[in-house]
């Protein structure tokens, strides 16, 4: 087998990851044995993606801003049951959610790499923020009672030291939410083969979005345990914002129902933090 297979899980840290299909540019999406998610090979460098989180890339969002917002109360609806408490949201940008777990009654705190969006978040809502990956800002433990990750987890180099991390400094019982994209994204891959005539690719060098990471609801649910959390649920993350993938998603969350699992473009999942791994 080629020099491929030597390349270690970036999630669990295991060998022998295995080609799945090629992407463009070069690249292969190889898959873990043992938690099952698909990365990307190779890995662009850290400062190849420094250019992409730039100031240019937010802009797109201040077009969704209502959307944008609706959201974010969706997201906030999530934490109703969890008890108030210290926040910690890992890649908060330039910081809406933020100050929505704010105004819910949250104390709240946030990482993120783009220095502009970093600087953006502590201005506008005048919160902590840390520049940087969250093992950069070098948090005591045990000190938040509850971490977010909203899609960003498929951006990072090493979500596995990620998910280390906010382990470590949540409290024990702490809660973890983590969204990502679905790779069991059924009806999503199927319109966009009719619409595009082609299968719905995983990754382009110049895509906007670096998705770098894959999983499915099996996968997220190992990759979660394997780091010492229990998983309460896994459920479907209605983030899609236009209308025409509004329509795709709710024909997603009826296949869900169907298929007992989520089968929508992305899922988000609620895990409490249990015995930490040594």
């Given amino acids: 087998m080629s020099p491929e297979t030597a390349v270690v899980c970036a999630v669990c840290g295991s060998e022998g990851l295995a080609p799945v299909r090629r992407e463009g540019a070069g ?3 190889l898959g873990c044995p043992r938690c099952g998610v698909w990365s990307i090979h190779p890995q662009p460098g850290a400062g190849d993606l420094d250019h992409f989180y730039n100031a240019p890339y937010y802009e797109a969002w201040r077009l969704e801003e209502e959307a944008r917002e609706r959201m974010w109360q969706r ?3 999530l934490l109703e049951a969890v008890p108030r408490g210290k926040l910690l949201d890992v890649g908060c940008a330039e910081g809406a959610f933020l100050a929505a777990a704010r105004r819910a009654g949250f104390e709240v705190e946030g990482t993120e790499i783009s220095r502009h969006a970093a600087g953006q978040a502590a201005t506008a809502i ?3 923020v840390h520049h940087g990956d969250l093992r950069d800002a070098a948090l ?3 000190s938040f009672d509850i971490v977010t990750i909203w899609h960003v987890l498929e951006h990072m180099l090493r979500p596995g030291e990620s998910l280390r991390e906010a382990r ?8 973890l939410l983590v969204a990502v994209p679905n790779r069991s994204n059924t009806i999503f891959g199927a319109v966009y083969r009719i619409a595009r005539g082609r299968p719905l690719h995983l990754y382009e060098p110049d895509d906007r979005e670096q ?3 894959y999983w499915d609801p099996a996968s997220l649910q190992t990759s979660l345990a394997s780091h010492g959390f229990d998983v309460e649920w896994i459920k479907p993350d209605p983030c899609a ?3 025409a993938k509004q329509a795709v998603d709710l024909a997603g969350r009826i296949h869900s129902r169907l298929a ?3 089968r929508t473009s992305a899922m988000v999942a609620l895990a409490r933090a249990g015995e930490e791994p040594a």
């Fill in 27 to 29: 690249h292969t999406v």
């Fill in 75 to 77: 997201r906030i609806r």
């Fill in 126 to 128: 005048g919160a902590v």
């Fill in 140 to 142: 005591p433990r045990a």
């Fill in 168 to 175: 470590r400094i949540l409290k024990p019982g702490g809660f």
């Fill in 211 to 213: 998705h770098l990471h």
């Fill in 241 to 243: 914002l236009g209308a």
């Fill in 260 to 262: 007992g699992e989520p």
